[in-house]
């Protein structure tokens, strides 16, 4: 296993009795940014703080650019690190913040140093800043400086913990344009640990969707949005997240009281329970009945982001959440029209999906 990027060969983390993370195989493929993305307790920091060194896994091997380093301690992994604290120091300007860890690099000379500082300056958009102290900066501009410091070194990995939880709202998109931007010029592999799904889905070339110790999944973020591999899937992802309507196999197909047709059974379904899914948006809403649609009673409704509604339905003692830009006057207990589009309904098997 000699490839670059980062491998996760077969690593598991225990913690006395309790297993954090339960033998994941992985790679990080060069140059491409991750996601690790998943419920708090999943695990998430904990494999990050094993390919930083921070942590010693109890079974398994992690390479870094074919690399075997599991054994090695942080500093000899050759990697950058942004954490949600960065630790600055406030009486050095942001240019003597970022020129700190090439210090030590005595391969560079004088100008080769500041060569790299004015990059770094450049890519962070903090040139004209260069000469201000830290404590003159906002959170999102110090963040930024953190984040030049790691990079500076142009090490090959860079390794990111919820390095927005401190910044505000608006500043939050710049700071991850800056981080696409910086993994994009220095070809860097970037894993970047989150529990915000926005932020996961705008800045990750790959999702690693984690539960228990587990990946769930490992894909781009339109494909893991659209096609979740299980119900976790979709029901994490999104705001609301999936529904679930149950089915039953009949010979003419997959039948459910909120369908008014059966739905074709997909040629691999086995005996187990099967559930279709279907996300809110796709659900389509009217006031009056139209072809495919089942009545619904609204249980209760708020305005979303963008002027959405967001609304609850009981349909046929199941209860459907909706999102809609088309009926702006929905109100408590409005009866109103839906219809489930076929091509948008998944089919899952105990849980997993199977179309
Ligand atoms: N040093 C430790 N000793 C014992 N248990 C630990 C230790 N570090 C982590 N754990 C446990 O391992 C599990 C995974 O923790 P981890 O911090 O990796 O989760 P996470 O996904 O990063 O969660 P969060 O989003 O809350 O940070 C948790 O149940 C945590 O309590």
């Known amino acids: 296993m000699s490839e670059a990027g980062i491998v996760i060969d077969g690593v598991t983390k225990r913690f006395g009795s309790f297993t954090a993370v339960d033998n994941l195989t992985l790679t990080f493929a060069d140059g491409e940014t991750a996601c690790l993305l998943g419920p708090s307790g999943c695990g998430k920091t904990t494999l990050m703080r094993m390919i930083a060194g921070l942590e010693t896994p109890t079974e398994g091997r992690i390479i870094i650019d074919g690399r075997d380093v599991t054994n090695l301690r942080p500093r000899r992994r050759n990697i950058g690190m942004v954490f949600q604290y960065p630790v600055m120091y406030q009486t050095l300007s942001v240019r003597e913040n970022i020129a700190l860890p090439l210090k030590r690099d005595r391969s560079l000379s004088a100008a080769e140093r500041k060569k790299r500082v004015d990059e770094v300056l450049d890519v962070i958009d903090l040139a004209h800043r260069a000469d201000a102290y830290i404590d003159e900066l906002d959170a999102g501009s110090r963040q930024k400086v953190a984040v030049g410091r790691s990079v500076a070194r142009q090490t090959k990995v860079v390794l990111f913990d919820e390095p927005t939880t401190n910044v505000e709202v608006n500043a939050k998109l710049t700071l991850i344009r800056t981080f696409k931007e910086i993994s994009r010029r220095l070809k860097q592999t970037a894993v970047y640990v989150t529990h915000d799904q926005t932020e996961a889905m705008t800045l990750a070339d790959k999702i690693a969707l984690m539960k228990d110790g587990s990946i769930i999944q490992y894909d781009g973020p339109t494909a893991l949005y659209q096609k979740p591999a299980s119900e976790f899937g979709g029901w994490f992802l999104g705001n609301p997240g999936m529904n679930f309507i149950p089915a039953q196999r009949t010979e003419a197909g997959l039948v459910s009281p909120l369908l008014p047709e059966p739905l074709d059974a997909p040629a691999k379904l086995g005996a187990g329970k099967v559930r279709l899914g279907i996300r809110p948006e796709q659900l389509l809403a009217?006031?009056?009945?139209?072809?495919?649609?089942?009545?619904?009673?609204?249980?209760?409704?708020?305005?979303?982001?963008?002027?959405?509604?967001?609304?609850r339905l009981s349909v046929a003692s199941e209860t459907v959440k909706l999102k809609t830009g088309a009926l702006p006057n929905l109100r408590a207990q409005d009866t109103i029209h839906i219809g489930f589009p076929p091509e948008d309904l998944l089919v899952f098997e105990d849980g997993v999906r199977v179309t």
Request: glycine share 12%.
């Open 286 to 311: 009217r006031t009056e009945p139209f072809k495919g649609s089942v009545e619904a009673k609204v249980e209760d409704c708020i305005v979303g982001i963008a002027g959405q509604l967001l609304a």
